[in-house]
Nanobody, 126 residues
């Protein structure tokens, strides 16, 4: 019933920008936050950013600080990831997540999040 659907991925040259969207539908118990993880080939899944639904507080992983911005439109049940100054190392499958199991949305551990989207591919070429 719960669905997270990502969009906006694609291919871009280094230094370019992309804006990802994630639309949530269905009932989510205690939807405290939404966010993004990513996984590159041969690497473990890593956190990107999270945002609290109620107050908009955000968390960013060090690799994207200053370049990526997470935002939300709660009326549309949608979260966004604005990615600027993209680097080849940003190439990955990007996954939308919802609901921290612990209630702390600063967690960058995949297992802490309950719902996951199917992913959208971002490829950055040099």
């Amino acid at each position: 019933q719960v669905q997270l659907v990502e969009s906006g991925g694609g291919s871009v040259q280094a230094g370019g920008s992309l804006r990802l969207s994630c639309a949530a539908s269905g009932y989510m118990y205690s939807r405290n936050c939404m966010g993004w993880f990513r996984q590159a080939p041969g690497k473990e899944r890593e956190g990107v950013a999270r945002i609290y639904r109620n107050d908009g507080n955000t968390y960013y992983d060090d690799s994207v600080k200053g370049r990526f911005t997470i935002s939300q439109d709660n009326a549309k049940n949608t979260v966004y990831l604005q990615m600027n100054n993209l680097k080849p190392e940003d190439t990955a499958m990007y996954y939308c997540v919802a609901v921290s199991r612990t209630g702390w949305c600063g967690a960058n551990v995949p297992k802490e999040y309950l719902y996951w989207g199917q992913g959208t591919q971002v490829t950055v070429s040099s």
